[in-house]
């Protein structure tokens, strides 16, 4: 009889530990996958493209010199001029969660020329200028949205201005080819077709400011001196393969 008080006792108690065995692991939370990380497409790193589009610029001539075989002392003249500009560019970017700063350096071939009958006498004189390479470096700020890239630019900018005056009455011809500096401002966007290639459009409205172009001799042995300032704005379309995606 004890034997099976005993026994019964054992079992009863077996059971009870198994109870709160099992009560303790309900209480035990299960593991469960940590929630995805909400990364924003990267921008980081280097980059190297190419861009082609179209532009406009206004040159404006000032008459610095003691020569009035063109135009009158101090006069003011201006014209305009298009065509096409393309080049390549390569630059950096950082990137601090969706805000993307970039430098990048530029440089372009451009075909923004003109030629137009002097307003002055005689009406037989040609003047005639044209931009021929654009060079920049600029910093860039922009916001990523996803595969879309919106940002603003601007920083230094150089191009050299060619000017010539003509004559065709006396056959002479006093020309210039002169490198300009100044500033360049704009914005655009990128959109990426896969992790390393972008496509974009740009605009950009570049001041060059006034350099003193000399464009020599003139018939009558004075020299003929401008003051030749030029600005210009483009919108180019651009493609870029983005290092290190």
């Keep these: 009889m004890l034997f099976h008080v005993g026994r019964t006792f054992v079992i009863a108690a077996c059971m009870s530990a198994a109870a709160v065995e099992l009560a303790m692991a309900a ?3 299960y593991a469960r996958n940590p929630a995805p990380v909400d990364l924003p497409p990267s921008w ?5 493209g190419g ?9 404006r001539w000032r008459n610095l010199g003691v020569s009035t075989f063109f135009s009158p002392l101090n006069s003011l003249t201006r014209d305009r001029g298009s065509g096409v500009i393309g080049g390549g560019q390569l630059g950096y970017n950082f990137q601090y969660n969706r805000f993307v700063f970039g430098i990048e350096g530029s440089a372009s071939a451009a075909d923004f020329d003109r030629s137009f009958t ?7 004189d040609v003047w005639s200028s044209k931009l021929t390479w654009l060079g920049t470096v600029t910093g860039r700020v922009g916001y990523g949205f996803d595969t879309w890239l919106p940002y603003i630019k601007g920083g230094f900018a150089a191009g050299t201005v060619e000017t010539s005056l003509r004559d065709n009455a006396l056959g002479v011809i006093s020309q210039s080819s002169t490198v300009h500096s100044g500033w360049t401002v704009g914005g655009g966007v990128e959109f990426k ?3 390393q290639f972008s496509l974009g459009l740009e605009f950009m409205h570049t001041d060059l400011g006034r350099s003193t172009d000399i464009n020599g001799p003139t018939a009558i ?10 600005r210009s704005n483009s919108i180019m379309a651009r493609f870029n393969y983005l290092f290190g995606q």
């Design 44 to 48: 980081a790193g280097f980059y190297l």
């Design 118 to 124: 002097s307003p002055y006498f005689p009406a037989t």
């Design 221 to 230: 042995g004075a020299t003929e001196t401008y003051g030749v300032g030029l």
């Design 193 to 195: 077709l896969t992790r």
């Design 51 to 59: 861009q082609v589009g179209y532009g406009s610029d206004t040159v």
């Design 27 to 29: 209480d035990i939370p």
